[in-house]
């Protein structure tokens, strides 16, 4: 499958980093159609071999991702209907959370319930300093439904994000940063260049390691320490027996760059 634009999630490849702009104005909610593409695109990008690192930003300066598409909540005519949305954000979630190509968010505004939940299955987050981040949705009469109840006591323990889910409140980002929702902060107009910044350094190491990496990373934490600790002992001896492997460490005894073949 093509990593194409669609209609509402762009996509360019450059030097092996796919940025990938969701471009639903105004705010660029969340609904069930960019759900859809988002999910064929990142069907897609793990046997993708021009791609080494995907970027996720939002079309405009406004927001990222303003949330879920209140119109369609507002349709909802049944529980089923409710689960079935929520299930299909989920799936889309997980994948990028499961990618094992790292994938950074490029916060450059407005990133709000459903917009945050998709920033937290991102590996990485880059934030515009004029970025704002919440779980809004209590004020709604509703809740989190994307995964906000467990991703983000998992990144800002469960006391602050309980405060944020039960109240609805909205903060700055430089409270990101300290909290630990977000890697760095920096002017809004620079966040795209940051993360393309972090992409091509990324994309410099050998593919082989980096997938490793994520998967003992995010297998491990559902883990005990001791049977996480067995997942990094397996993914240690997988990459050690890469090509990568042996460049890597040739090339350091040898005081020169490696260069790696991401197998």
């Given at each position: 499958?093509?990593?194409?634009?669609?209609?509402?999630?762009?996509?360019?490849?450059?030097?092996?980093?796919?940025?990938?702009?969701?471009?639903?104005?105004?705010?660029?909610?969340?609904?069930?159609?960019?759900?859809?593409?988002?999910?064929?695109?990142?069907?897609?990008?793990?046997?993708?071999?021009?791609?080494?690192?995907?970027?996720?930003?939002?079309?405009?300066?406004?927001?990222?991702?303003?949330?879920?598409?209140?119109?369609?909540?507002?349709?909802?005519?049944?529980?089923?209907?409710?689960?079935?949305?929520?299930?299909?954000?989920?799936?889309?979630f997980l994948k990028m959370q499961r990618c094992p190509k790292p994938?950074?968010?490029?916060?450059?505004?407005?990133?709000?319930?459903?917009?945050?939940?998709?920033?937290?299955?991102?590996?990485?987050?880059?934030?515009?300093?004029?970025?704002?981040?919440?779980?809004?949705?209590?004020n709604l009469g509703i809740m989190p439904g994307w995964g906000g109840?467990?991703?983000?006591?998992?990144?800002?323990?469960?006391?602050?994000?309980?405060?944020?889910?039960?109240?609805?409140?909205?903060?700055?980002?430089?409270?990101?940063?300290?909290?630990?929702?977000?890697?760095?902060?920096?002017?809004?107009?620079?966040?795209?260049?940051?993360?393309?910044?972090?992409?091509?350094?990324?994309?410099?190491?050998?593919?082989?390691?980096?997938?490793?990496?994520?998967?003992?990373?995010?297998?491990?934490?559902?883990?005990?320490?001791?049977?996480?600790?067995?997942?990094?002992?397996?993914?240690?001896?997988?990459?050690?027996?890469?090509?990568?492997?042996?460049?890597?460490?040739?090339?350091?005894?040898?005081?020169?760059?490696?260069?790696?073949?991401?197998?």
């Open positions: 499958m093509a990593l194409t634009s669609r209609q509402n999630v762009k996509v360019a490849v450059e030097d092996r980093i796919a940025v990938v702009t969701i471009d639903h104005r105004p705010v660029n909610a969340l609904d069930r159609q960019t759900l859809q593409e988002l999910d064929q695109l990142f069907d897609a990008i793990p046997s993708e071999s021009t791609v080494k690192v995907v970027i996720i930003t939002g079309g405009g300066s406004l927001a990222f991702v303003a949330g879920a598409d209140i119109k369609e909540v507002s349709q909802f005519t049944s529980i089923d209907a409710a689960k079935e949305m929520t299930t299909l954000g989920h799936s889309v994938v950074i968010a490029a916060i450059n505004g407005v990133c709000l319930g459903g917009g945050l939940e998709l920033a937290m299955s991102c590996h990485l987050r880059i934030s515009g300093d004029r970025a704002r981040f919440g779980q809004p949705e209590v109840t467990q991703r983000l006591p998992r990144l800002i323990g469960k006391a602050k994000a309980t405060e944020w889910i039960l109240t609805g409140d909205v903060v700055m980002a430089q409270e990101a940063l300290r909290l630990g929702l977000v890697n760095q902060v920096v002017p809004q107009d620079q966040v795209l260049k940051a993360a393309k910044d972090l992409a091509r350094k990324i994309a410099g190491k050998g593919a082989v390691a980096v997938a490793q990496s994520l998967r003992a990373i995010e297998e491990g934490l559902a883990l005990p320490l001791e049977e996480g600790l067995k997942r990094e002992a397996e993914a240690f001896a997988a990459v050690a027996a890469s090509e990568d492997s042996k460049e890597g460490v040739k090339a350091f005894l040898e005081k020169r760059q490696p260069q790696f073949k991401d197998r």
